[in-house]
């Protein structure tokens, strides 16, 4: 049995590994036909050849990253790679119409997104019908998880607690290359956009051969969050004012990566306008998770100038685009000479 | 003059409250339930175009949590304790104890920190790259241990300076199962 060429390694810093770090590396090495472990600690930074060959049957590294504070362990997976003489390879890839390039790419769930996924290594049906069926085929697996139903934003963890995943859909990959699944939206279930949440999860899998266990050869997630909402509230658009009321605006699910603001313009609504922004009204959302948030305008008084119909709308703008999440109309009587002092707009 | 002035003033307002940056996007409606509806559900119809079969038949996955700290144990001694993969301790002395949980107390120490610290109760039985990939027997490996058993000796499998579990060796270590 001829061993592999020992193979290189480099750790790359990652977030958790910053100076004076609490954190030890530590490399594993397990051979797939037996099970045995070889467990070696590496620095944060370095590249070097594995101290142990791999074996024919293959051979999965892992990188982890462990620390203990106050009496409890805390270990991260950073990276797990599977090599092998007749080992096919696997690759995937989301991409997304938001940049975000934090650990988990996001996007909502009109979206879509695109998997790309590449593999190696497959030995032709054709050529060879007496090639094992794991050297002829990868198993391309795709779940999904929903958030809780009413997944209150203000007070979920980090992501949200998940519903446990189902099965969605499998591929069996045949070819070597690189093909690509593009989906128009999410696949998360359910019918109400304005809730439906989640996370999907597509896996490549080396199938069983002989003792070997299903291997999972690379894991790709995307996170997909639901619509924003906003509604307009305090105006009657059958009613004409001298006295502009207190108006409210509730919005519901800011995207990650938004801004949100109220703006105005003379005349009655006409989508696509670009009127006068309240600038204290701007929210801006950077975060890991969607917000709910409220507007409350006491005075609005001063901000008309004169009167006939007004537009208020409320505009979101994401990675996605600017978009209108509510309109009114506003009628003020004609004439209407301006009065009072301003008081602040404000963000409750 | 009194109206100008006071229309001057609307405008002063309104320009204190308000600023006109100029988006460059397009602002469009936010799409309705209706056609985000008509989106979704379209998942299963990607797999079908897809130049890769489907599965005859749905295939069962065993996806395994992996947990560094699972496949770990604990050697622990009066200077601290440290991990070592499964298997590899494959006899506990009785100066140091062996456990499946981490202990509540002591110092965590690396490989080569533990081993320098306890190295008089610590035994090393060298294992050679061929025993590692299952071209040599284990045979000479096992009588080495049979012989050390009685020495009260902790014996650890090592290769190239770093712990390694094998398999097929034979752990005769008590575990304290904690």
Same mark, same amino acid.
């Given at each position: 049995?001829?061993?592999?060429?020992?193979?290189?390694?480099?750790?790359?810093?990652?977030?958790?590994?910053?100076?004076?770090?609490?954190?030890?590396?530590?490399?594993?090495?397990?051979?797939?036909?037996?099970?045995?472990?070889?467990?070696?600690?590496?620095?944060?930074?370095?590249?070097?050849?594995?101290?142990?060959?791999?074996?024919?049957?293959?051979?999965?590294?892992?990188?982890?990253?462990?620390?203990?504070? #106050?009496?409890?362990?805390?270990?991260?997976?950073?990276?797990?790679?599977?090599?092998?003489?007749?080992?096919?390879?696997?690759?995937?890839?989301?991409?997304?119409?938001? &940049?975000?390039?934090?650990?988990?790419?996001?996007?909502?769930?009109?979206?879509?997104?695109?998997?790309?996924?590449?593999?190696?290594?497959?030995?032709?049906?054709?050529?060879?019908?007496?090639?094992?069926?794991?050297?002829?085929?990868?198993?391309?697996?795709?779940?999904?998880? *929903?958030?809780?139903?009413?997944?209150?934003?203000?007070?979920?963890?980090?992501?949200? *607690?998940?519903?446990?995943?189902?099965?969605?859909?499998?591929?069996?990959?045949?070819? #070597?290359?690189?093909?690509?699944?593009?989906?128009?939206?999410?696949?998360?279930?359910? #019918?109400? &956009?304005?809730?439906?949440?989640?996370?999907?999860?597509?896996?490549?899998?080396?199938?069983?051969?002989?003792?070997?266990?299903?291997?999972?050869?690379?894991?790709?997630?995307?996170?997909?969050?639901?619509?924003?909402?906003?509604?307009?509230?305090?105006?009657?658009?059958?009613?004409?004012?001298?006295?502009?009321?207190?108006?409210?605006?509730?919005?519901?699910?800011?995207?990650?990566?938004?801004?949100?603001?109220?703006?105005?313009?003379?005349?009655? &609504? *006409?989508?696509?306008?670009?009127?006068?922004?309240?600038?204290?009204?701007?929210?801006?959302?950077?975060?890991?998770? &969607?917000? #709910?948030?409220?507007?409350?305008?006491?005075?609005?008084?001063?901000?008309?100038?004169?009167?006939?119909?007004?537009?208020?709308?409320?505009?979101?703008?994401?990675?996605?685009?600017?978009?209108?999440?509510?309109?009114?109309?506003?009628?003020?009587?004609?004439?209407?000479?301006?009065?009072?002092?301003?008081?602040?707009?404000?963000?409750? | 003059?009194?109206?100008?002035?006071?229309?001057?003033?609307?405008?002063?307002?309104?320009?204190?409250?308000?600023?006109?940056?100029?988006?460059?996007?397009?602002?469009?409606?936010?799409?309705?339930?209706?056609?985000?509806?008509?989106?979704?559900?379209?998942?299963?119809?990607?797999?079908?175009?897809?130049?890769?079969?489907?599965?005859?038949?749905?295939?069962?996955?065993?996806?395994?949590?992996?947990?560094?700290?699972?496949?770990?144990? $604990?050697?622990?001694?009066?200077?601290? $304790?440290?991990?070592?993969?499964?298997?590899?301790?494959?006899?506990?002395?009785?100066?140091?104890?062996?456990?499946?949980?981490?202990?509540?107390?002591?110092? $965590?120490?690396?490989?080569?920190?533990?081993?320098?610290?306890?190295?008089?109760?610590?035994?090393?039985?060298?294992?050679?790259?061929?025993?590692?990939?299952?071209?040599?027997?284990?045979?000479?490996?096992?009588?080495?241990?049979?012989?050390?058993?009685?020495?009260?000796?902790?014996?650890?499998?090592?290769?190239?300076?770093?712990?390694?579990?094998?398999?097929?060796?034979?752990?005769?270590?008590?575990?304290?199962?904690?």
């Amino acid at each position: 049995m001829k061993s592999l060429k020992l193979i290189f390694f480099s750790v790359v810093g990652c977030g958790v590994l910053k100076a004076d770090s609490p954190w030890t590396i530590s490399l594993v090495q397990r051979q797939l036909d037996t099970g045995s472990l070889f467990q070696s600690y590496v620095d944060e930074h370095g590249e070097e050849l594995s101290a142990a060959a791999v074996p024919e049957g293959g051979a999965e590294f892992q990188l982890w990253a462990f620390k203990r504070e #106050n009496g409890i362990f805390e270990e991260l997976l950073l990276d797990t790679e599977v090599v092998g003489t007749y080992m096919p390879t696997g690759e995937l890839k989301i991409i997304t119409p938001d &940049p975000y390039d934090g650990p988990i790419p996001r996007t909502r769930i009109d979206q879509g997104f695109t998997v790309q996924h590449t593999v190696g290594g497959l030995v032709a049906s054709s050529s060879s019908t007496d090639a094992p069926l794991a050297a002829r085929q990868i198993l391309l697996t795709h779940q999904v998880a *929903s958030y809780e139903p009413g997944a209150n934003w203000e007070t979920a963890p980090e992501y949200g *607690s998940l519903l446990p995943a189902e099965d969605f859909n499998q591929l069996s990959i045949q070819q #070597n290359g690189t093909d690509e699944l593009r989906f128009a939206a999410g696949n998360i279930p359910g #019918n109400d &956009p304005y809730r439906d949440a989640g996370l999907e999860t597509f896996q490549l899998f080396a199938l069983p051969d002989g003792e070997i266990a299903q291997l999972q050869l690379d894991e790709a997630q995307v996170q997909i969050w639901p619509l924003s909402k906003g509604e307009i509230k305090g105006i009657d658009e059958d009613q004409t004012y001298t006295l502009i009321p207190t108006v409210e605006v509730e919005l519901m699910n800011l995207y990650p990566d938004s801004k949100t603001w109220m703006q105005i313009y003379k005349g009655p &609504p *006409s989508p696509g306008t670009e009127g006068v922004r309240l600038e204290e009204s701007t929210i801006v959302v950077n975060d890991l998770k &969607p917000r #709910n948030s409220r507007l409350v305008f006491r005075e609005l008084q001063k901000v008309f100038t004169d009167g006939g119909p007004w537009t208020l709308e409320v505009l979101t703008e994401t990675p996605f685009g600017v978009e209108i999440l509510d309109t009114v109309q506003l009628n003020i009587l004609k004439d209407l000479k301006i009065r009072g002092a301003l008081l602040s707009l404000g963000d409750e | 003059m009194k109206t100008t002035f006071s229309n001057l003033f609307g405008y002063l307002s309104l320009a204190t409250l308000a600023i006109c940056p100029s988006l460059e996007a397009e602002i469009r409606m936010a799409p309705s339930i209706e056609a985000v509806a008509a989106k979704r559900g379209s998942g299963d119809a990607v797999y079908k175009k897809s130049r890769n079969a489907k599965t005859a038949e749905p295939v069962t996955v065993e996806r395994e949590t992996k947990s560094l700290l699972g496949s770990c144990e $604990f050697l622990s001694g009066a200077r601290g $304790f440290t991990i070592v993969p499964k298997g590899a301790v494959v006899m506990a002395g009785s100066n140091l104890q062996l456990s499946v949980t981490p202990p509540k107390d002591g110092k $965590f120490l690396n490989w080569s920190e533990f081993h320098h610290a306890h190295r008089a109760y610590l035994r090393i039985l060298p294992v050679t790259e061929a025993q590692w990939m299952g071209e040599e027997p284990l045979d000479p490996l096992q009588e080495t241990l049979t012989q050390l058993e009685k020495t009260g000796m902790t014996l650890a499998t090592s290769l190239k300076g770093q712990l390694v579990s094998l398999h097929n060796l034979k752990n005769t270590s008590t575990t304290n199962q904690s």
